[in-house]
């Protein structure tokens, strides 16, 4: 079995470190007395994919709103691109705009139709401009949500679990969609979720996180698009799951082998 690969802070022969992306230093986040996130250092690479799970509660979200600049009630130092963009498990559609409306929402000057009906279209809802978000089903809503964050043309891409109300088959298409965009745009991602497979299939690292801050880290050394039926997979898979202090023993499934 091989081992699991931790990251290489300096890898040999690359002299030249690319800056990064998103740079947070001594991050705490307090709410009253309680810290929820205490001293937390990060790096993103640009283009690099990100997952980043752990219990509920732990302040994933927490962290991603101040990546987000919709906390600043924090101390220690943040460094993220002017071009962001966020998207959340709610599609979080104004229900009396139009959908294509709704993608160009909040951008400065006129609602740009052709910019919203591109975007549409990456998505798969170029047929879908014209309609109320109501009439969308659950995945067509989550795809427009993504939409809206193609149009800020972002150097980073928050997610926070945006595939959790999906129905399963939804969910994997909307996997693949994310993994298709994120090829093509080049951005760098931030995902959060609570799915260690999802993590697996889509990100180049993964960050566990514990009560107040990220507590393991794994470099995700699996060839693109990912096969969750190689050994490999289940190898860090399982690595995952151990450090979620999820109990193997009482979860294996038997393959039907001995
Ligand atoms: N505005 C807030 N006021 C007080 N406590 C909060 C607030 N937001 C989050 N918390 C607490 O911070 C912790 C982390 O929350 P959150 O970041 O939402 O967790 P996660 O996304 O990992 O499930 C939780 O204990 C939550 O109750
Ligand atoms: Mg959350």
Redesign the pocket.
Known sequence: MAAVLHRNLSPAGDETPRPSVVRVRGLT?R??A?A??DNLDLDIAPGEFVALI????????????VLADL?ADIEGEVAVPARRAVAFQEPRLIPWKSVWRNVVLGLPGLPNRGRAEAALAEVGLGHRAEVWPKVLSGGEAQRASLARTLVRDPDLLLL??PFGALDALTRLNAQTLVADLWRRHGYAVLL?T?DVEEALLLADRVLV?EARGIAHELVVDLPRPRDISRERFGVLHRQLLTWLGVNLRDTAVHDGGE
Do not use: P
């Open positions: 986040r709410f009253g309680r929820v996130i752990g219990a509920s509660g732990c302040g994933k979200s927490t962290f991603l709103r906390d926070d679990e959060v609570h996180m």
